[in-house]
């Protein structure tokens, strides 16, 4: 028996499409389907609160408004979340669509395609979240060697947001990682299939 049931049987017979196979295609496709749900809000969650987020300070006279824009860091953040929430959401039809007609394997170059974005969402959201989280914490604590004030000693609600922001796109970017890991056993386990196929032949 091949990896995951799919191959042949102790006596050669193809064993393509296999109840515990579909039942196993069914649970991965509904799992990448609710993890693209909760990414796709999350995601959007994640820029609202850090992209409205601003708070007006009064010093001396003079009004200095806090913007998610002084920092480059949360505009990166902000960016990435909105780039996963898009491609979530339309992973989120293709996942729909592929569950009403009841495909259980799809094409290779698709596969691969899903794995790639995947991939690309994953690091670029783990890049955004290292990145505010970095710029979060100077702004919290400070840094007395260089001089940096403690931010939020002035802007307290503007960094409540903005950590609600960050705690919502750690959240994103962790179901990223484990949705290319799930896009890459769809993408490898086609390969078995294959290799399956050419044991039977032989």
């Known amino acids: 028996m091949s990896y995951l049931g799919v191959g042949v049987s102790p006596g050669n017979v193809p064993v393509y499409h296999s109840p515990n196979v579909k039942l196993l295609d069914r649970g991965v496709r509904v799992a990448e389907l609710v993890l693209r749900c909760v990414i796709c809000g999350l995601g959007?969650?994640?820029?609202?609160?850090?992209?409205?987020?601003?708070?007006?300070?009064?010093?001396l006279t003079i009004q200095k408004k806090a913007r998610f824009t002084d920092m480059k860091a949360l505009v990166f953040l902000v960016i990435a979340n909105g780039i996963a929430a898009a491609y979530s959401l339309m992973q989120i039809l293709r996942c729909a669509v592929s569950m009403v007609r009841g495909n259980v394997l799809f094409s290779k170059?698709?596969?691969?395609?899903?794995?790639?974005?995947d991939q690309v969402i994953a690091y670029v959201t783990l890049a955004a979240v290292a990145a505010a989280?970095?710029?979060?914490?100077f702004a919290k604590?400070?840094?007395?060697?260089?001089?940096?004030?403690?931010?939020?000693?002035?802007?307290?609600?503007?960094?409540?947001?903005v950590g609600g922001g960050i705690a919502s796109a750690v959240l994103v970017s962790l179901s990223m990682v484990v949705l290319s890991c799930m896009s890459a056993f769809s993408l490898f386990r086609l390969y078995g299939g294959n290799k399956g196929k050419s044991s039977a032949r032989w």
Do not use: H, R
């Open 109 to 117: 170059p698709l596969a691969w395609a899903i794995f790639s974005g």
């Open 44 to 59: 959007v969650l994640a820029a609202v609160l850090v992209g409205t987020d601003t708070q007006v300070k009064e010093i």
């Open 133 to 137: 989280a970095q710029s979060a914490v």
């Open 141 to 161: 604590l400070g840094q007395q060697e260089v001089q940096w004030m403690k931010i939020c000693n002035m802007y307290g609600k503007f960094c409540n947001q």
